[in-house]
């Protein structure tokens, strides 16, 4: 799942694939829908927020005429116009009863419930069948559904917004030559997230900029870099922590 807003030039990102969605790309048999696929966007009344909800294939297989997998809604959401992501993403459909979810409509303008810390809900319908949709023309029993999302602001004891700066290990690691970074600051900071070569030259500024709570995902391309061991900084506030990674091509 891509995003391209003006806000980075349209620039193309990478916000959803294997890297952050359990999806189960091989599992969707004779389904003409994409494992990943049919986003709707949405924004908030106020501030600067917008939302991704998609459809993702899971491991639940349906053991009928084409053992198609069952699908599962997921969404994403921003603080700062679609510049970074927050989220995961995260499941917002229910585990039980097993169900194939698809099909999401939801509002393209939100309402915020309260302005500081900013919560929002957003609600959907979803189309739904617990047999799992089919070019089988019996297959007719799908019922729609209300499903619904609450951010969870910054707050102490919040394992989704912790109150403790953050860097996490690369992954994948090795890599070749995309990986993902992901950080966690707990209020807002000016945060720098650069990357060195073992002989501590810098080899790309990830993050040089000022970025409100919350928890991030930077994707590194060392596409033009030579194989080695790398190290990437977080700088945010008082905290500092380096991380060492591994490019092998």
Same mark, same amino acid.
């Given at each position: 799942l891509f995003w391209s807003?003006?806000?980075?030039?349209?620039?193309?990102?990478?916000? !959803?694939?294997?890297?952050?969605? %359990?999806?189960?790309?091989?599992l969707t048999g004779?389904?003409?829908?994409?494992?990943?696929?049919?986003?709707?966007?949405?924004?908030?009344?106020?501030q600067d927020w917008l939302y991704v909800a998609f459809n993702a294939a899971t491991e639940n297989v349906y053991v009928g005429t084409d053992t198609s997998t069952y699908f599962a809604g997921y969404i994403m959401y921003s603080t700062n116009g679609g510049e970074t992501w927050i989220g995961g993403p995260?499941?917002?459909?229910?585990?039980?009863?097993?169900?194939?979810?698809k099909y999401i409509s939801g509002l393209s303008v939100f309402p915020v419930l309260q302005a500081s810390p900013i919560v929002f809900t957003l609600h959907f319908?979803?189309? !739904?069948?617990?047999?799992?949709?089919?070019?089988? %023309?019996?297959?007719?029993?799908?019922?729609?559904?209300? !499903?619904?999302?609450?951010?969870?602001?910054?707050?102490?004891?919040?394992e989704n917004f912790p109150n403790t700066f953050r860097?996490?290990?690369?992954?994948p690691n090795p890599f070749n030559p995309n990986t993902k970074i992901k950080y966690t600051i707990p209020s807002e900071s000016f945060v720098q997230l650069k990357v060195y070569d073992v002989l501590g030259n810098e080899v790309a500024t990830l993050v040089n900029e000022e970025k409100p709570a919350g928890n991030y995902v930077i994707n590194f391309s060392a596409e033009k870099n030579p194989s080695g061991v790398y190290f990437y900084a977080l700088n945010a506030g008082d905290f500092i922590q380096t991380k060492k990674m591994l490019l092998l091509k």
């Open positions: 807003p003006n806000i980075n030039s349209g620039v193309s990102k990478v916000i !959803a694939d294997s890297s952050n969605v %359990p999806f189960a790309p091989n004779n389904i003409v829908q994409p494992p990943l696929g049919r986003p709707i966007i949405g924004r908030s009344e106020t995260e499941k917002f459909t229910p585990e039980e009863p097993l169900l194939d979810w319908v979803m189309q !739904a069948d617990s047999l799992q949709e089919s070019p089988d %023309p019996n297959f007719l029993s799908s019922q729609y559904y209300h !499903a619904s999302f609450t951010n969870n602001p910054p707050s102490v004891g919040n860097l996490e290990q690369n992954y």
